[in-house]
C-alpha cells in the first residue's frame, strides 16, 4: 500500500503552523509520499471526522496520528514503523505565580511569541500569525484575542481565546456567550507565567457578555493546553473526554468555567 499523509492545520493560529507545512511538503517531495493538506479553520465537518482539537495533526497511513511539532526523522518513524512507544511530554506545574507586564493579543504584538513558541528569534515566522490574529478580529469585532505575559522585555506566556463559534474542533456547546481558549502557556516546574494573562482574560470576558470560557486540555501532558488539573484547580468544571491520543499518552477533555 503507498505511503498517505494528512496534515490538518487551523491556519495560522498556531506559530508553528507556517514552518511546520513547509516541512511536511518538503518530506513529502523528498520521500515521493501522497499528501493531503486539510486547512481545517471553517471546517468542523473535517475536523469531526478525524477527531481534531489541535491546531495541528498529523495523520500517517490512516493509522498513526502526531499532534504538534514533528521531525523528518519523527515522520519518517511513524511510516516505516508497525507500532511506536508513547512518548508523552510531562512538565511538572509550578504553584509560583509571575505577575509581569500583559500585552493585548494583536496583529502587532503577535511576532513577540517567536521565541516561546518556535524557540527562533525570527518574527519573519510568526507573520502568518500576524495575519490570522487581523483576521480574527476584523470577523469577530473584537479589539484583542487575549493578552501576551510579558517579562524583562520578552513574552514568556499568554492566554488567547476565540468565541466558540469561530473554533473548527468539535467541542460542545458552542453557543454566543461561550468563549474558547485556544492557548494557554507556559509554565515549568519552576515558575507559573499563564495565571496572570488567564485571570485578566477571565475578568475581561466576565465584563464582555460571555458567560462561560472552555478549552480543550489534556490530563497530564502539556499539550494540548495541559494538564487539566491546572484548570480543575482555577474552577474549571471537567465536562468529559473528547478523545484520546494514544502516541502523546494525551486523553483530552473538555473542561469550562462560569464567568
Known amino acids: 500500500m503507498p505511503n498517505d499523509l494528512k496534515f490538518f492545520y487551523f491556519g495560522y493560529q498556531c506559530p508553528h503552523n507556517a514552518y511546520l507545512l513547509a516541512r511536511i511538503k518538503t518530506i513529502a517531495w523528498q520521500e515521493r509520499i501522497k499528501l493531503h493538506l486539510f486547512d481545517v479553520s471553517n471546517d468542523e465537518e473535517t475536523c469531526r471526522k478525524y477527531n481534531i482539537f489541535s491546531p495541528t495533526m498529523i495523520i500517517v497511513n490512516d493509522r498513526l496520528r502526531w499532534h504538534g511539532p514533528f521531525s523528518k526523522e519523527r515522520i519518517l518513524e511513524m511510516i516505516e514503523s508497525e507500532e511506536l512507544e508513547p512518548v508523552p511530554y510531562v512538565v511538572d506545574q509550578s504553584d509560583d505565580v509571575v505577575h509581569g507586564e500583559l500585552v493585548p493579543i494583536t496583529p502587532d504584538s ?8 518556535i524557540n527562533v528569534d525570527d518574527k519573519g515566522l510568526c507573520m502568518g500569525k500576524s495575519e490570522w490574529v487581523g483576521d480574527m478580529l476584523k470577523e469577530t469585532g473584537l479589539k484583542n ?13 499568554g492566554a488567547e481565546f476565540l468565541p466558540s463559534k469561530k473554533v473548527p474542533y468539535p467541542i ?4 454566543k456567550d461561550n468563549a474558547f481558549l485556544t492557548c494557554s502557556y507556559l509554565s515549568n516546574e519552576d515558575k507559573d507565567f499563564r495565571t496572570h494573562p488567564l485571570e485578566k482574560l477571565i475578568l475581561d470576558l466576565g465584563s464582555s457578555g460571555f458567560k462561560t470560557l472552555s478549552v480543550a486540555a489534556s490530563e497530564k501532558v502539556v499539550f494540548p493546553n495541559g494538564p487539566i488539573d ?16 494514544e502516541l502523546h499518552e494525551a486523553t483530552i477533555h473538555y473542561l469550562q468555567l462560569r464567568l
Open 145 to 157: 484575542l487575549g493578552y501576551l505575559h510579558m517579562l524583562g522585555g520578552k513574552c514568556v506566556g
Open 110 to 117: 503577535v511576532p513577540k511569541t517567536c521565541i516561546p513558541c
Open 230 to 245: 491546572w484548570f480543575t484547580r482555577k474552577g474549571f468544571e471537567d465536562k468529559g473526554v473528547l478523545f484520546e491520543e
Open 172 to 175: 460542545p456547546d458552542k453557543r
